[in-house]
């Protein structure tokens, strides 16, 4: 699947929800094999500014692109089309359908068969465990396995853009560790990566990273840059320069 993959660009994006404003003026470039990491407690506008990409809800203002398409407001159906994929918070499979009838759904964009097939014989290369598999039900799997079956689902529809919504959510440690690789290696293909986590450990995997704290970035830089940096640990713990809690937004 590796290929010329295009970047995606976020401008001043806003997004309010009423009168409650959950993402405010956020900004970043997302580079093909890179990942760009969103961190921040909960409340903080990550997974609002993942969905605002997506599609999932209009942004108020501010400007999203992949290469020099303008994407910004349009329905997710068409967001996918312009190969910008959600990898949803809690995996989101559909435990009724075998594993690859959950892959083929990821497909569904992809309306060439032979492309569909080359990619779906991919995936199972990349995750032998789902070419395993591949007639149990998809609600059989473990967490883990979920995991990668919703990562292998969002690489069916041949993405230049991957957005991934707190992946290591409910995971034991040891295969947080085997998801983050994952992220690795599939950034490795080409593919840029937007990443929501409440994991800080994501920070080793990230070239750019963005703290948020009631929808705003309130520190970026590189993930050497930040490690250990206390600031990133004030913000997750939403608590203000001045020693004081922070109100959490509405909306994560």
Excluded: C
């Excluded at 800080?200 to 703290?211: I, P």
Aim: glycine share 12%; charged share 20%; hydrophobic share 45%.
């Amino acid at each position: 699947m590796a290929r010329n993959t295009r970047q995606l660009e976020v401008r001043d994006l806003t997004v309010r929800y009423g009168r409650l404003t959950a993402v405010e003026s956020v900004s970043f470039t997302a580079v093909p094999g890179t990942i760009e990491l969103l961190l921040g407690a909960n409340g903080a506008g990550k997974s609002s500014t993942l969905k605002a990409i997506a599609g999932v809800v209009r942004p108020a203002s501010g400007q999203v692109r992949i290469g020099d398409q303008d994407i910004t407001g349009k329905p997710a159906w068409r967001v996918v089309r312009s190969k910008v994929v959600l990898v949803p918070e809690g995996r989101r499979i559909v435990q009724s359908l075998s594993v690859e009838e959950n892959l083929l759904l990821g497909g569904y964009s992809n309306t060439e068969a032979s492309s569909r097939d080359s990619i779906l014989a991919d995936v199972y290369d990349l995750f032998p465990i789902l070419a395993d598999r591949r007639r149990s039900a998809g609600g059989l799997l473990s967490g883990g396995e979920q995991q990668m079956l919703a990562f292998g689902r969002a690489l069916m529809a041949d993405p230049d853009v991957i957005l991934m919504d707190e992946p290591s959510m409910g995971l034991a440690p040891v295969m947080v560790d085997k998801v983050f690789e994952t992220v690795r290696e599939i950034a490795l293909r080409g593919i840029a990566i937007v990443m929501v986590e409440q994991n800080a450990a994501a920070m080793e995997l990230a070239s750019g990273v963005h703290v948020l704290e009631q929808g705003r970035e309130v520190l970026g830089g590189t993930g050497a840059e930040l490690r250990g940096d206390p600031r990133v640990a004030s913000a997750f713990l939403g608590v203000s320069d001045s020693g004081g809690a922070s109100a959490a937004a509405p909306a994560s």
